[in-house]
């Protein structure tokens, strides 16, 4: 079955930089993109970007370009998200999720079907 | 970037009876609208796409529909396990992808 598994919860103090985890079973692992979606305490999801794990490409949120990097190793099956300089409402919920895709119409689209259990990074002096 | 607005932000209904959930969109997405149920310290589940396509797994009372700016998330019949806050999703036009702020479905 499809299993994305993340790093354990971090805390960091502002300024630093945190990378979190996301390792996939149950699938080919070059075959599906990765999304980052965060979550503050209470709030909603946001979107901060998606990596083909096929070939590296990234796309990332206009407000976090420059302080996101996403990358993949296939060796291992795993998925990366590093945050750098980071800030108090940086704290959040981090999650990978698989990013199915499917077609109706002649037209192919691009969601969300299996997710990680969550990763919480705190930000805290 | 689109806009997703939820409506109600809680909704309280009994078990057993329907629940109408609201999402709008601030243009069009077509048909390419996504539905999340999120249970306190889980992540998000998916429900329904393509507006009104069950996921693998997602029992009947679930239905989606709507299309252009205006969908809907109904769930016919309450069970205990249905209490969860509710997300909707478009895919249409990204990046960014853009969720709702979510509906709160709490037991009256």
């Known amino acids: 079955q499809v299993q994305l598994v993340q790093s354990g919860a971090e805390v960091k103090k502002p300024g630093a930089s945190v990378k979190v985890s996301c390792k996939a079973s149950?699938?080919?692992?070059?075959?599906?993109?990765i999304s980052w979606v965060r979550q503050a305490p209470g709030q909603g999801l946001e979107w901060m970007g998606w990596i083909s794990a096929y070939n590296g490409n990234t796309n990332y949120a206009q407000k976090l370009q420059g302080r996101v990097t996403m990358t993949t190793d296939t060796s291992t099956s795993t998925a990366y998200m590093e945050l750098r300089s980071l800030r108090s409402d940086d704290t959040a919920v981090y999650y990978c999720?698989?990013?199915?895709?499917?077609?109706?119409?002649?037209?192919?689209?691009?969601?969300?079907?299996?997710w990680g259990q969550g990763t919480l990074v705190t930000v805290s002096s | 970037e689109i806009v997703m607005m939820q409506s109600p932000a809680t909704l309280s209904v009994s078990p057993g009876e329907r629940a109408t959930l609201s999402c709008r969109a601030s243009q069009s997405v077509s048909s390419n609208l996504a539905w999340y149920q999120q249970k306190p310290g889980q992540a998000p589940r998916l429900l329904i796409y393509g507006a009104s396509t069950r996921a693998t797994g997602i029992p009947a009372r679930f239905s989606g529909s709507g299309s252009g700016t205006e969908f809907t998330l109904t769930i016919s019949s309450l069970q205990s396990e249905d209490f969860a806050v509710y997300y909707c999703q478009q895919y249409n036009n990204w990046p960014p992808y853009t969720f709702g702020q979510g509906t709160k479905l709490e037991i009256k």
């Open positions: 149950g699938y080919t692992f070059t075959s599906y993109g």
């Open positions: 999720a698989r990013e199915w895709r499917y077609c109706s119409g002649g037209s192919c689209y691009t969601l969300f079907d299996y």
